[in-house]
């Protein structure tokens, strides 16, 4: 076989293999470059989300979005409407290939059908009958400098397919595809901002009871009845107020869960419009890292509600007080939604609400005694500071000028009544002469 013959069999080679790695992406590229990845028209209320053969499923029931891996919890609504919304965005904008031997090298395998489709993550869209509507696969990213194993990466594009085909795409887009069920939760408790609380109490076992208030919604928490020897930290008790507005857990469990455990530590909050808010927690959990449960209640202050005395300066700080019909309503809604859980709380976050006195307070710095000057003979001089020896040589020098000032106004004036008593006695002696004179011409 001569040169040429070889040269065309080499080519033909060459031409195979990249038909088996990147398929016909000639007859792709001019069909699909650019279109959404998935159809999208129906209303979705159901998502499910698997990697590594684990799944999390969130669904809708009475317009409300429910995890289903945590006993059907309310999940993070505006989490659900972030990756909806991505999802109808993503479009094929670089075709890849459409051959399915080559869905490893992107991490593009099923992960309900391989066995080996570590990395993998599929998303799935469902309606009411729970009838698949589309559903994507995500794979590795890509970056301008490398690929990564996170198909969430902030900046990087990535690799996708739709679940009904085989093509694969470099799409332009972030999905934030995660499987773990705690990470949907709704985690917030208190939509209340800061500056609503009008006092806290906190009640750690085996430690006083510390009690923060204020009269204004601008003013600074106090700490009541603190003892004389002691003065509050201001940031510290401050901060009580923004921990009761980050309020919130890291994972939910049912009451027969969490049965067998105490509740002995209390954080209670009291709200401007009324309102009384309190979260009980264990000591930490060995077998949870050291986490600690807890239950929240709500209840209203019917006293502060009904207490018409402060209308007038309500008025003036824009306090708004609820009416008993709108507190019994807002508290049993509230008690509804979270008698039934148990929740865990990082151990890290539990410190910012078990505190004690002394993580708030400092002691008050006593003025020493200022000593009395006492005249001991011959005592040396202490050494003194430049400063202190340079005012102490001005005062000598001062003291030194008035007392040579006075010694010479005393010379001045002892001179002066000399040269007066040798006048008089010029004057006496010439007055004898003129006397004796006028005797002797007698």
Not at 89 to 97: L, M, Q
Not at 343 to 365: G, H, P, Q, R
Not at 378 to 400: G, H, I, Q, R, V
Not at 414 to 437: G, H, I
């Amino acid at each position: 076989m001569g040169n040429k013959g070889i040269i065309i069999i080499v080519a033909i080679i060459i031409g195979l293999t990249a038909v088996y790695f990147l398929g016909d992406s000639s007859s792709n590229t001019s069909t699909n470059k650019n279109q959404k990845l998935l159809n999208l028209t129906e209303n979705i209320t159901k998502l499910k989300i698997t990697k590594n053969k684990i799944s999390v499923t969130i669904y809708q029931d009475n317009n409300v979005w429910l995890v289903k891996e945590k006993n059907n919890y309310p999940a993070d609504v505006e989490k659900v409407a972030e990756i909806i919304n991505e999802l109808r965005e993503v479009k094929s904008d670089t075709f890849y290939t459409k051959n399915p031997a080559q869905h490893s090298k992107f991490e593009l395998e099923d992960p309900d059908k391989s066995e080996d489709s570590k990395g993998a993550t599929k998303i799935e869209l469902m309606n009411s009958s729970d009838k698949v509507i589309d559903g994507i696969i995500i794979g590795k990213t890509k970056s301008s400098k490398k690929q990564s194993d996170t198909p969430w990466s902030s900046g990087s594009s990535i690799f996708a397919r739709n679940i009904n085909s085989d093509d694969v795409f470099l799409c332009n887009a972030s999905i934030k595809a995660d499987n773990a069920p705690s990470n949907w939760l709704k985690k917030q408790f208190l939509d209340i901002k800061k500056n609503k609380f009008r006092e806290i109490t906190i009640t750690k076992q085996g430690t006083p009871s510390i009690i923060v208030s204020r009269t204004s919604p601008k003013s600074h928490f106090r700490i009541n009845k603190l003892d004389k020897s002691l003065k509050q930290t201001d940031h510290a008790v401050d901060n009580l107020a923004r921990a009761a507005e980050s309020l919130q857990m890291e994972s939910v469990m049912t009451i027969e869960e969490a049965k067998d455990q105490k509740f002995i530590h209390k954080y209670t909050m009291k709200t401007f419009d009324g309102m009384v808010y309190t979260f009980e927690l264990t000591d930490a959990i060995k077998e949870k890292s050291g986490q600690h449960n807890f239950k929240i209640t709500a209840d209203f202050d019917k006293e502060y509600i009904l207490d018409k005395s402060k209308a007038e300066s309500d008025k003036k700080l824009k306090i708004k007080r609820l009416t008993l019909e709108a507190a019994t309503e807002k508290t049993k809604l509230f008690n509804d939604t979270h008698s039934k859980w148990r929740y865990l709380m990082a151990s890290w976050v539990s410190k910012k609400y078990l505190k004690v006195l002394s993580d708030i307070t400092e002691k008050v710095k006593k003025e020493e005694p200022k000593k009395e000057k006492t005249e001991d003979k011959k005592t040396p001089m202490p050494f003194l500071p430049k400063e202190d020896s340079k005012d102490k040589k001005k005062s000598d020098k001062k003291k030194a000028k008035e007392k040579k000032s006075k010694k010479k106004k005393s010379r001045k004036k002892k001179a002066k009544e000399r040269k007066a008593k040798e006048k008089k006695a010029r004057e006496e002696k010439a007055n004898e002469k003129k006397s004796k004179k006028k005797d002797d011409d007698k």
